[in-house]
Each structure stands twice: as C-alpha cells, then as structure tokens.
C-alpha cells in the first residue's frame, strides 16, 4: 500500500510559477513510476507527466512540455511538478499517481495509488 499526499497548489497569475510536491509512504519508493494528472471542472481527468522508478525516463504532455518538469527524489519519497510560464488554462486539480510498471506511461489504469488532489488556479 502507497499514500501520497500532494502539496504546493494555489493561486498565482498568468506568467508565474508553482511546485508541486507528492510525498508518499513505504519504503519500495523508487519500485514506482510516478505520475501527474489534472483535472478541470466538466473535464475528464487529463495526463501531464510521468517519470520512472529511476527516474531516468520522463514523458510530457504535449500542453505542458517545455514548460513543466518533473523529478523525483527517491532518498525522499517525493516526487515534485515544477511548473512555469503557468497559463489561464492550466487551472485545474492536480493529482499524484503511484504505478507499478515500468517506464512511464500517459494512461490512468496503470496507476494504482492516488492522491487527494491539490488546486491550481492561475488568473489571467
């Protein structure tokens, strides 16, 4: 069993910048694939990264890519979404997912274990 607790959301204009982070419990951390995904009011919950175990392997939502990174710090069973240049548009709830495959993947069913959710609102 994983919990992840994501932290970091909240309001910030058009332009700006946030850090996401999800810290997750047990000690087979680093066996996990992580990923972030997002969800707005009315919209189905969308992919935005994932990185690997290692984390030697990143993917990108196209939406996001060149503005958003994603990393992990195994020691500290944290993963983190550094999010810049944040547009009106990115405004939604954003989730931790824990997987147990390998490599990275964009699909909400090879993830096992969420979060609660943190809220990103961005003003225009």
């Known amino acids: 069993q994983v919990q992840l607790v994501e932290s970091g959301g909240g309001l910030v204009q058009a332009g700006g910048s946030l850090r996401l982070s999800c810290a997750a419990s047990g000690r087979t951390f680093s066996s996990y694939a992580m990923g972030w995904f997002r969800q707005a009011p009315g919209k189905e919950r969308e992919f935005v990264a994932a990185i690997s175990g290692s984390g030697g392997s990143t993917y990108y939502a196209d939406s996001v890519k060149g503005r958003f990174t994603i990393s992990r710090d195994n020691a500290k069973n944290t993963v983190y979404l550094q999010m810049n240049r944040l547009k009106p548009e990115d405004t939604a709830v954003y989730y931790c997912?824990?997987?147990?495959?390998?490599?990275?993947?964009?699909?909400?069913?090879?993830?096992?274990?969420w979060g609660q959710g943190t809220q990103v609102t961005v003003s225009s």
């Open positions: 997912a824990a997987g147990g495959y390998s490599g990275t993947s964009p699909y909400v069913y090879k993830y096992d274990y």
